[in-house]
């Protein structure tokens, strides 16, 4: 219990102090000119990377064609992201035999959805290594502690916030690879299900 306090205080106060670099970086807290004044005007009928904003002329097909392929390419990356996110978080939650499962091995697949998978984040970074804990603490295996639960949660609500959900993907990418080790500690104990020994 006091060793998850301190790793708590120890990952609140590293986001306070990366908030508090942020602040001090920018140009206003140390004196110089504020970025965007007040009485700033912005020009929107200047030119942008080949289209014209204007109306002067005919928008550059090229410049189109480039956004659009660069915001598709994207799209593709990161529902291929999710895709194996869900499948490592599945496949994490088959190894557990089913009367210790918070929740099924198919909700992490609500990941792809979006909106919903916004709440699908908080539900599966928290059941998926709670399960995983109680079946582990019932063979007295209690080296993997709460399996990163706790960095789920923590990072599962910094990925709300725009300016520290850089802090929560780490996060998550840590409570991530403690879920690992617990599907494999799982798997090596001789437990886990004839569902997860048929998949690998």
């Known amino acids: 219990m006091v060793t998850n306090l ?20 920018s140009p206003v ?6 970025p965007f004044p007040a009485d700033m005007e912005i020009d929107f009928g200047q030119e942008i990377e080949g289209l014209d904003l204007a109306g002067g002329g005919e928008p550059d097909a090229a410049a189109f064609v480039a956004i659009f392929a660069f915001y598709g390419c994207s799209l593709l990356v990161a529902i291929g ?11 994490a939650l088959k190894v557990v035999p089913e009367s210790y499962r918070e929740i099924s091995p198919g909700v992490a697949w609500l990941l792809l959805i979006p909106l919903v998978n916004i709440v699908i984040m908080f539900l599966v970074f928290i059941k998926i290594p709670r399960s995983q804990s109680k079946y582990l603490a ?21 990925m709300l916030i725009p ?31 004839q569902e997860a020994a048929t998949a690998q």
């Open 29 to 34: 807290a140390w004196g110089q000119d504020d």
């Open 81 to 91: 992201i999710q895709a194996v996110l869900a499948y490592l978080l599945s496949g």
């Open 138 to 158: 019932s063979i007295g295996n209690s080296s993997h502690g709460d399996c990163g639960e706790q960095m789920g949660l923590i990072g599962s609500i910094c």
């Open 6 to 25: 301190k790793t708590l205080a120890t990952t609140c106060l590293a986001i306070l102090m990366l908030l508090g670099a942020l602040v001090a970086s």
């Open 163 to 193: 300016c520290i959900n850089v802090v929560g993907l780490v996060l998550l990418i840590i409570s991530l690879v403690k879920i690992m080790g617990a599907k494999q500690a799982i798997l090596s104990s001789g437990g886990g299900t």
